[in-house]
T-cell receptor, first 114, second 112 residues
Framework: NAGVMQNPRHLVRRRGQEARLRCSPM?????VYWYRQLPEEGLKFMVYLQKENIIDESGMPKERFSAEFPKEGPSILRIQQVVRGDSAAYFC????????????FGPGTRLTVL | AQSVTQLGSHVSVSEGALVLLRCNYSSSVPPYLFWYVQYPNQGLQLLLK??????LVKGINGFEAEFKKSETSFHLTKPSAHMSDAAEYFC??????????FGAGTTVTVRA
């Protein structure tokens, strides 16, 4: 059973470009979470999605950031017009949605904005 | 809002020695508490989880943690460190069991 997959593992963008980060949850998992880790800091919750629904986006910046989890395909975290402050590691986690709600994490995407 | 404080960003122990990683949380009600481990270039792996059952929680790889409400602490211990324990460890807290709030992490190095 493959774990949570994230791609790309490393992404370099210039200021003003768009970044798309993909997350494929574990098989059978219908809940996806995105976290951001800035240098020297712990992970910060960004958004919680279920298939085709955003459940909690209280950690998402109000502008330039969006997330989706379509009926088919991976979850996408999209950052428009990236700035240097967006440079961070972005982690995706998934859970089956049962009572344990244990989150299984992917290896992360390290975004560098030049 | 909840917060988690991990005392010590780096801990160095000798192989075979006790590993003690400290975690304190701020929460008005007993939360869910977690310890995760992250090996280089990998995602976080759950070590153990406290959910208001037993206050002493046993996890994988010989780790355990004790929930102390009076001290608002959830320190992680392992009696005897192994070289494979070298990694970064994160304490996390949740009220609703999905929005995890993480500490800044503690990097453990193990000396031969």
């Amino acid at each position: 059973n493959a774990g949570v997959m994230q791609n790309p593992r490393h992404l370099v963008r210039r200021r003003g470009q768009e970044a798309r980060l993909r997350c494929s949850p574990m098989k059978g998992h219908s809940h996806v979470y995105w976290y951001r880790q800035l240098p020297e800091e712990g992970l910060k919750f960004m958004v919680y999605l279920q298939k085709e629904n955003i459940i909690d986006e209280s950690g998402m910046p109000k502008e330039r950031f969006s997330a989706e989890f379509p009926k088919e395909g991976p979850s996408i975290l999209r950052i428009q017009q990236v700035v240097r402050g967006d440079s961070a590691a972005y982690f995706c986690a998934s859970s089956p949605g049962d009572q344990s709600n244990e989150q299984f994490f992917g290896p992360g995407t390290r975004l560098t904005v030049l | 809002a909840q917060s988690v404080t991990q005392l010590g960003s780096h801990v160095s122990v000798s192989e075979g020695a006790l590993v003690l990683l400290r975690c304190n949380y701020s929460s008005s009600v007993p939360p869910y508490l977690f310890w995760y481990v992250q090996y280089p270039n990998q995602g976080l792996q759950l070590l153990l989880k406290y959910t208001s059952a037993a206050t002493l929680v046993k996890g994988i790889n010989g780790f355990e943690a004790e929930f102390k409400k009076s001290e608002t602490s959830f320190h992680l211990t392992k009696p005897s460190a192994h070289m494979s324990d070298a990694a970064e460890y994160f304490c996390a807290v949740s009220r609703n069991d999905y929005k995890l709030s993480f500490g800044a992490g503690t990097t453990v190095t193990v000396r031969a």
